[in-house]
């Protein structure tokens, strides 16, 4: 079994969250609900363009949405150089959702590109594993759709150039690293409008 059922995902979801809330007050008081709030915007942009790709199925995309950043919920990020993608990419692996922890490690990354120069503040033993990882996941179209509903999701709204801002903001990121970013996050976006005959931001409901 590589996916859990919609019940057993969100009882995991929750009963993790609640113990990083447990174990960290300044994530329960600071970080909570922000992240609760992203993941479940993410998960329903992906059940949402996946209503219009046959070959995409829905609840499969929304799980992998909501469960894109898990890594952060299983380790404190406040105290460690570890990276969250690998975080989340191991636990769920150990339990046998092969398929989530594959979207925690690939929702980062354009194209299976991992430019360790960029992720200089991380471990670089665990970049480098990174590295060693993706390149044996050829990216399909769910990962390109966690990818893109990532960069789409800014607070309770949808907006690619608003997500980049707050990105560049919240990690101090180079501004030459958040424009490549928003480029590849275009291209995204360019390509699911193809596949779904429409502008995603119309299908989104954004005006």
């Known amino acids: 079994m590589t996916m859990p059922s919609m019940k057993e995902a969100l009882k995991l979801y929750e009963e993790t969250l609640d113990k990083r809330c447990e174990e960290s007050s300044r994530f329960k008081y600071g970080r909570a609900k922000g992240q609760r709030i992203h993941s479940a915007m993410v998960a329903v942009c ?3 363009i996946a209503s219009r790709l046959p070959e995409i199925d829905g609840q499969k995309a929304y799980l992998m949405g909501l469960f894109h950043d898990f890594g952060k919920l299983v380790y404190n990020d406040e105290v460690s150089d570890k ?3 690998l975080e989340g990419y191991k636990f769920l692996k150990n339990l046998g959702y092969d398929e989530l922890a594959r979207i925690n490690l690939t929702h980062t990354f354009y194209q299976q590109e991992l430019n360790l120069r960029e992720y ?3 471990n670089p033993w665990e970049m480098r594993h990174c590295k060693q990882l993706l390149n044996k996941l050829p990216f399909d179209d769910y990962d390109r759709l966690i990818q893109l509903c990532d960069r789409l999701s800014v607070g309770v ?3 690619i150039k608003e997500r980049m801002k707050f990105i560049q903001n919240t990690y101090r990121l180079p501004v030459a690293l ?5 480029r590849e996050a275009l291209l995204l976006k360019k390509y699911f409008d193809d596949k779904c005959g ?7 409901g954004v005006a």
């Open 120 to 122: 200089a503040s991380y």
């Open 198 to 204: 429409c502008d995603i931001y119309k299908l989104l």
């Open 157 to 159: 709204t949808y907006n």
């Open 46 to 48: 992906a059940e949402i």
């Open 83 to 85: 990276f969250h993608g």
């Open 178 to 182: 958040v424009k490549k970013k928003y």
